[in-house]
């Protein structure tokens, strides 16, 4: 079975650095995604950023991009010039491929609660 | 991006009674939608996939006499908790997929706060 580890409970920025999340995973799958999620306050999970592990490039969406090392397993989040809005719940997420069309469910990890200092 | 309302946002019920929960797509049709509980301060597990015309699939540990879920329409699925007791608060979230195979995205809804008293 898949799992995704967060080994950070907690971390904390100030306003305008960068910060970078961890977050490992194991599969034995070989294409399958990932993704960032980021839970603020009010719950609703928003997408922060995805990547395809078939593609060696990696993602980047503005100040978000991600650091994904497949034969590592790790995918790890970098939030740059961070913003006070930034603050929340991150979780890294996995998900198989589905080639039969459905949609599979997401694998989380345990979550990073991010505080940025003003 | 794709569109997941799901209703209500909070419910306080007394304990025995039942609460169905609503997850809608609202600009795309779903034939998987997944239930998931997030409890204070933790991560999300899903509770179950729900399937459009056909039975829904159950993780491990989930009793699905008490949760009970119907996907009858390829836009809305319902979660019934019944005989609902403290032990069910939590907050549930429910979630859609658009697209499939290599281009696929899931959508969440804006979760739902249970609250049983």
């Known amino acids: 079975a898949q799992t995704v580890t967060q080994s950070q409970p907690e971390m904390s920025v100030q306003e305008a650095e960068t910060v970078t999340l961890s977050c490992t995973y194991d599969?034995?799958?070989?294409?399958?995604?990932l993704f960032w999620y980021k839970q603020p306050p009010s719950r609703q999970m928003i997408l922060v950023i995805r990547q395809e592990a078939y593609k060696q490039q990696n993602a980047t969406e503005n100040r978000f991009s991600v650091n994904f090392q497949k034969a590592a397993k790790s995918f790890s989040l970098k939030i740059s010039d961070s913003q006070l809005g930034d603050a929340a719940m991150y979780f890294c997420?996995?998900?198989?491929?589905?080639?039969?069309?459905?949609?599979?469910?997401?694998?989380f990890g345990k979550g990073t609660k991010l505080s940025v200092k003003p | 991006g794709a569109v997941v309302s799901q209703h209500p946002s909070r419910v306080i019920c007394k304990s025995g009674t039942s609460v169905k929960i609503e997850c809608r797509s609202l600009d795309f049709q779903a034939t998987t939608m997944f239930w998931y509980r997030q409890f204070p301060k933790q991560s999300l597990m899903l509770m179950a996939t729900s399937n459009e015309g056909s039975k829904a699939t159950y993780e491990q540990g989930v009793e699905k006499d008490k949760f009970l879920i119907n996907h009858a329409s390829l836009t809305l699925s319902t979660l019934t908790v019944t005989s609902a007791h403290p032990e069910d608060s939590s907050f549930y979230i429910c979630?859609?997929?658009?697209?499939?195979?290599?281009?696929?995205?899931?959508?969440f809804g804006q979760g739902t706060r249970l609250t049983v008293v």
């Open positions: 599969t034995s799958e070989s294409d399958y995604y």
């Open positions: 979630s859609a997929g658009s697209g499939s195979g290599f281009n696929t995205e899931a959508f």
């Open positions: 997420a996995y998900k198989g491929m589905n080639y039969g069309g459905s949609q599979g469910n997401l694998i």
